[in-house]
Nanobody, 115 residues
């Protein structure tokens, strides 16, 4: 089992920044990839950014150039740095880990961007 705990969400004005953290624990060796997803009210959950064990990254078009995903292996933590936030970034952000054919999810952290 892999346990994921997110933190760092909150209320921010448009144009501001937030950094989300996702701390992983449990059976964390051989995690193939980790990522951040988000789900806005009335919408489907979507991938925001992902990072593989080899540190390759990918981003949704809507956040490219504004968000950055990175990891601290010593702390078993993945971060999402979010800059130039927009009201449409408002959502619950979920951390995800993919290991041995299974997806693991955190409980989510709410990000609200006011206009």
């Amino acid at each position: 089992q892999v346990q994921l705990v997110e933190s760092g969400g909150g209320l921010v004005q448009a144009g501001g920044s937030l950094r989300l953290s996702c701390a992983a624990s449990g059976i964390i060796f051989s995690i193939n990839a980790m990522g951040w997803y988000r789900q806005a009210p009335g919408k489907q959950r979507e991938l925001v950014a992902g990072i593989t064990s080899g540190a390759s990254t990918n981003y949704a078009d809507s956040v490219k150039g504004r968000f950055r995903i990175f990891r601290d292996n010593a702390k078993n933590t993945v971060y999402l740095q979010m800059n130039s936030l927009k009201p449409e970034d408002t959502a619950v952000y979920y951390c995800n880990a993919y290991r041995a054919g299974m997806h693991y999810w955190g409980k989510g952290t709410l990000v609200t961007v006011s206009s």
